[in-house]
């Protein structure tokens, strides 16, 4: 497993930006897929989207596509979440995630960071 801690969250008004950064620690992770996932209160967890470290295009779920965008920078380790337009459906904890790239569940997890969109 890998050591994710997340940071960035806070409390902005609809329609503004945040980004949440992901640093990665105890793996080589050219092998890692990175996910993003958020949860909202009384809801269940949900996929925001995923990035491999390796390469490739980016992918999200539809209720994010073209507002959100997920980044990587291999010298630190680091992933990120850039959330433009935001909205009060996004008010959720966000978790970052890994998973080796042949293994379908995401078996290492961050402790989460509040997002929260006024309107």
């Known amino acids: 497993q890998v050591q994710l801690v997340e940071s960035g969250g806070g409390l902005v008004q609809a329609g503004g930006s945040l980004r949440l950064s992901c640093a990665a620690s105890g793996r080589t992770f050219s092998s890692y897929v990175m996910g993003w996932f958020r949860q909202a209160p009384g809801k269940e967890r949900e996929f925001v989207g995923g990035?491999?470290?390796?390469?490739?295009?980016?992918y999200y779920t539809d209720s994010v596509k073209g507002r959100f965008t997920i980044s990587r920078d291999n010298a630190k380790n680091t992933v990120y979440l850039q959330m433009n337009s935001l909205k009060p459906e996004d008010t959720a904890v966000y978790y970052c995630?890994?998973?080796?790239?042949?293994?379908?569940?995401?078996?290492?997890w961050g402790q989460g960071t509040q997002v929260t969109v006024s309107s």
């Open positions: 995630a890994a998973r080796y790239s042949t293994n379908v569940e995401y078996d290492s």
């Open positions: 990035i491999s470290w390796s390469g490739g295009t980016p």
